[in-house]
């Protein structure tokens, strides 16, 4: 009898018939139940770059591609950046529900109590040399964290995975803020307990021993509101490297450094980063077409920064939200004759109006308008994918606690399509063919 909500699939060289249930989820497309077909067809299904795969099932964001739509555990991310803070969806992301006016306290306190590291951290940093890349020094010393923290390693027990999260959040600020001064030879800044969450990060990456940071309001804000957008995004790269990491049932800090190292690529995280030098090389409005030209070159490896999304084929909501920010911050600071957002802007509208990017759906995404940001209020290029990092790291770890916590988890194993050689037998040194 066949099931309502199935999908038959026959292979015609047996006249073999399956079905296969398919799943609903609360928004989205729902999914094959593919877990049996192996077993019944011996057959793997191949997708690489997984674009029509779904690697498990989620609780936490909810992402429509097609409509721009970016739900963290069913709140739109426009009402999250309008009215509440990172730590806020920091607590959201990880317990699944808004907190109490006492719960957020409670939660407020417990991180600001724990954003200091080991001292004997530090020295992780004195290995590296001056000029090493930020994300180097961060997938090192994160991972290094497990080194500090044997009394919360026992995954199973859900306390541990509280007090491993809670440390995380807390302390990727700190040590996001040492890379930064270990590159510039600055002295280390520790935290500051009667800060906010973002106004102490700022501190530790602004401010220097002999004079107090400058540090604004609208800095604060906008650091904030750049931790909030970049907090999660359901299964991109690095959180499926978190996961698939995790599945094995390593560390949580082990993790967490795996995705760390998944970020730092040009095609994900490593973007914001690519798109200020794409700016800067660009240079002026009048050479955009140029590049505009490079980018829709299939013979040219150029690619535009910070432009098209495996999932968004409509304006990324992020950037939405982002575009409006950069205006913001660059008032306050003076800056909105700044050129690299002039040409930003401009490389925006050519683009928008270009029949390559329309045709293919390519429209800003998060990083397009985030180094524009970052750079205003201070920060340096190569810091960008760092404070992704940090902002994401709530991302990862609500996900890595998701994952653990499933009933009957197991180890993330794919199989393949194998191309490579029959079964030969080895032939001795003396008899190989000389080419
Ligand atoms: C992030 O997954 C997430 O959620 C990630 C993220 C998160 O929050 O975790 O949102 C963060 O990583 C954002 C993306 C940052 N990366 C960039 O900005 C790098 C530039 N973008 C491209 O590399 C690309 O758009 C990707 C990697 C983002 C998406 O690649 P896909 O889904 O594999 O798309 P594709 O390569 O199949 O592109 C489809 C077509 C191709 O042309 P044709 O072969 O059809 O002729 O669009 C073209 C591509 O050549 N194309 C671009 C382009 N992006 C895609 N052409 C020019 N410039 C671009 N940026």
């Known amino acids: 009898m066949t099931m309502a909500n199935s999908l038959s699939i026959r292979d015609n060289r047996s006249g073999k018939e399956i079905e296969l249930p398919i799943i609903e989820g609360t928004e989205g497309p729902g999914v094959l139940d593919f877990t049996k077909f192996y077993k ?3 057959l793997f299904t191949l997708d690489p770059g997984f674009r029509s795969t779904a690697s498990c099932k989620s609780d936490i964001t909810f992402i429509d591609g097609d409509k721009g739509i970016l739900l963290y555990r069913g709140y739109p991310i426009e009402q999250l950046a309008e009215n509440s803070t990172y730590l806020e969806v920091c607590y959201l992301l990880l317990k699944g529900e808004l907190p109490n006016q006492d719960q957020c306290g409670e939660f407020t306190k417990t991180i600001t109590k724990h954003t200091m590291v080991h001292e004997q951290m530090l020295n992780f940093y004195r290995g590296y040399r001056r000029d090493a890349h930020p994300m180097a020094i961060m997938v090192g010393v994160v991972g290094a964290l497990s080194s500090f923290y044997h009394d919360s390693l026992e995954i199973d027990d859900p306390r541990h995975r509280e007090i491993s999260a809670y440390r995380l959040l807390a302390k990727l600020p700190t040590i996001a803020a040492l890379s930064y001064k270990y590159s510039k030879g600055q002295p280390f800044i520790y935290p500051d307990n009667s800060l906010s969450y ?15 940071s400058e540090i604004s309001p609208v800095m604060v804000k906008a650091m904030d509101l750049i931790l909030m957008l970049h907090a999660d ?67 040219d490896s150029f690619r ?88 994401r790291t709530i991302g990862w770890i609500s996900q890595w606690v998701e994952m653990i916590s499933e009933k009957g988890q197991a180890i993330g194993r794919p199989r393949q399509l194998y191309t490579g050689h029959k079964k030969r037998d080895y032939v001795p040194l003396a008899q190989r063919k000389i080419l």
Not at 198 to 212: G, I, R, W, Y
Not at 271 to 296: P, Y
Not at 364 to 391: L, R
């Open 304 to 391: 535009l920064m910070g432009f098209g999304h495996r999932v968004y084929k409509n304006y990324d909501p992020r950037a939405r939200i982002l575009k409006k920010a950069a205006h913001e911050v660059l008032a306050d600071r003076d800056r909105l004759d700044d050129p690299l957002f002039k040409i930003a802007l401009e490389l925006e509208r050519i683009a928008q109006e270009d029949e390559y990017f329309k045709s293919r759906k390519l429209y800003p995404n998060v990083d397009f308008y985030s180094g524009i940001i970052q750079s205003a209020i201070g920060i340096p290029t190569n810091m960008f994918t760092v404070i992704f990092s940090v902002a």
């Open 198 to 212: 973002s106004a102490n990060f700022l501190n530790m990456l602004l401010s220097v021993p002999c004079q107090p």
């Open 233 to 299: 995004h359901e299964q991109n790269a690095s959180t499926s490297t978190v996961r698939l990491a995790g599945s094995s049932k390593a560390n949580p800090f082990a993790a967490i450094s795996a995705g760390i190292g998944a970020l730092w690529g040009p095609a994900h995280g490593g973007a914001n980063e690519a798109v200020l030098s794409m700016l800067q090389e660009i240079g002026s409005v009048d050479r955009i077409g140029t590049f505009v030209e490079r980018a829709k070159d299939p013979n």
């Open 40 to 42: 019944e067809f011996g």
